[in-house]
């Protein structure tokens, strides 16, 4: 056996053992310190990201509307853990959050469409065949906003 391999080998097992154990720390620390709603909420978030946005990326360029689904989800985790339940108030800060997710992540997705063009990712925009959807994608968002 080769030395890069165990090397290798090692820092695989560790770049894929520690993310776990961070997630792990995490969520048991949000159970203790908070509630379990906001622990509860955090698992959702953390499956749907990894579980299904994720994987998302190489087939759909509407990946990116999952991905704001978890990506909103910080707010709720935050009131969940501060109250102890979901109000209104939650539902809006993660309705505001969900709909900034998309003029957000267009211009980042614009600014690198090359590199994600490499590595395979289906994410919006994709190329010059989804330009017609990308105004609509970053201005509909902004509606419930105007006066």
Known sequence: ???????SSIIRR???GEPRAGSALNLCSLLVAAN?????????TLVSYLA?????????????TIG???????????????????????????????????PHFMAIAWMYRDDYARA??????????MDALCPGKRWCPRLPFCP
């Open 120 to 129: 395979g990712y289906a994410v919006l925009p994709v190329g010059l065949q």
């Open 14 to 16: 560790v770049c894929e």
């Open 68 to 102: 704001a689904l978890a990506g909103a989800m910080p707010p709720l985790i935050g009131y969940a853990a501060a109250t102890g339940k979901l109000g209104p108030e939650a539902g809006m800060l993660y309705g505001i959050l969900f709909l900034w997710q998309f």
């Open 1 to 7: 056996m080769s030395s890069n391999f165990r090397t």
């Open 52 to 64: 299904v946005y994720t994987p998302l990326k190489r087939l759909t360029p509407f990946c990116t």
């Open 36 to 44: 379990a709603l906001s622990s509860i909420l955090a698992v959702v």
